[in-house]
């Protein structure tokens, strides 16, 4: 009887059709983020009650949006680009737990669906969205630099209806690319029992972050920011807009290969 093989289902007897390959999983891309600050209130009920507020500026919150081309071991997934580039915005708060502070992804739209399996492992909330964000090229009309004045815009849409809309204006070079999405990331990974009210089978709190980290040259600048909910999304009405903090644009490359387990509260006898 032949052995099934794959990362994440589907299995298979070659491990060809998984829809994730193995880690470690290799990233390059930009990210454009916008941090403002909302109700302290907000933040504290999007988290779990055993996670404490952050200590400084706990009402703080990013969105970031993702322009990625990603692989596995050996890049294969290179040479078939309709399985290396996707694109994502995500939402970042904030916490503390044991008297660490980390940033935790709250809420995740991507355009691809591998990008979804491989984010439910991590323990990202992914959802399927339509993302979209301006690109810089170094050649022609059709592009801003990276130069004082450059005006990058960013939407986000779920199941047609609009959930975000940004425009940062480049104003100079700076140290980073903001604060909220600064420290490894604090995720839950969970699965309810198949049986109806008997809780979760999988229910672990983690700790990651990447690795190898490759980084280009950080810019701020100005940021204009608007958001939305639809009656099967909620972003502006959990995590509105109190005031705008600021804009940060950055070319970037990490390496995932794995994280670390903080709690596992588990029952796979259920």
């Given at each position: 009887m032949?052995?099934?093989?794959?990362?994440?289902?589907?299995?298979?007897?070659?491990?060809?059709?998984?829809?994730?390959?193995?880690?470690?999983w290799?990233?390059?891309?930009?990210?454009l983020?916008?941090?403002?600050?909302?109700?302290?209130?907000?933040?504290?009920?999007?988290l779990?009650?055993?996670l404490?507020?952050?200590d400084?500026?706990p009402?703080?919150?990013?969105?970031?949006?993702?322009?990625?081309?990603?692989?596995?071991?050996?890049?294969?997934?290179?040479?078939d680009?309709?399985r290396?580039?996707?694109?994502e915005?995500?939402?970042?708060?904030?916490?503390?737990?044991?008297?660490?502070?980390?940033?935790?992804?709250?809420?995740i739209?991507?355009?691809?669906?591998?990008?979804?399996a491989r984010?439910w492992f991590?323990?990202?909330?992914?959802?399927?969205?339509?993302?979209?964000?301006?690109r810089?090229?170094?050649h022609?009309?059709?592009?801003?630099?990276?130069?004082?004045?450059?005006?990058?815009?960013?939407?986000?849409?779920?199941?047609?209806?609009?959930l975000?809309?940004a425009v940062?204006?480049?104003?100079?070079?700076?140290?980073?690319n903001?604060?909220?999405n600064?420290?490894?990331?604090?995720?839950?990974?969970?699965?309810?029992?198949i049986?109806?009210?008997?809780g979760?089978?999988l229910?672990?709190?983690?700790s990651?972050g990447?690795?190898?980290?490759?980084?280009?040259?950080?810019?701020?600048?100005?940021a204009?920011?608007?958001?939305?909910d639809?009656?099967?999304?909620?972003?502006g009405s959990?995590?509105?807009?109190?005031?705008?903090?600021?804009?940060?644009?950055?070319?970037?490359?990490?390496?995932?290969?794995?994280?670390?387990?903080?709690?596992?509260?588990?029952n796979p006898?259920?």
């Open positions: 032949s052995e099934l093989n794959g990362f994440i289902a589907p299995l298979t007897p070659t491990g060809k059709s998984s829809l994730v390959p193995n880690m470690p290799y990233y390059s891309g930009t990210l983020t916008v941090e403002y600050l909302t109700d302290v209130a907000n933040v504290r009920a999007i779990p009650a055993d404490e507020l952050a400084e500026h009402g703080a919150v990013a969105i970031i949006w993702a322009d990625w081309q990603s692989c596995s071991e050996g890049g294969a997934e290179l040479l680009p309709v290396s580039q996707y694109l915005a995500f939402v970042v708060v904030r916490c503390k737990k044991d008297g660490v502070t980390y940033s935790r992804c709250v809420a739209w991507v355009t691809k669906d591998f990008a979804i984010g991590q323990g990202y909330p992914k959802k399927l969205g339509s993302v979209h964000v301006t810089i090229f170094n022609g009309k059709a592009s801003p630099r990276l130069a004082a004045g450059a005006k990058l815009g960013a939407t986000l849409s779920a199941y047609d209806h609009r975000a809309s940062v204006t480049l104003r100079e070079p700076a140290d980073n903001g604060f909220v600064g420290h490894k990331m604090l995720h839950s990974r969970w699965m309810p029992s049986t109806p009210g008997a979760n089978s229910d672990q709190l983690i990651m990447g690795v190898d980290a490759d980084l280009g040259e950080p810019w701020m600048g100005d204009e920011l608007t958001l939305g639809s009656q099967w999304d909620e972003l959990i995590l509105p807009v109190k005031e705008i903090l600021g804009g940060y644009y950055r070319e970037v490359g990490v390496t995932f290969n794995g994280g670390v387990l903080i709690e596992d509260r588990s006898t259920v």
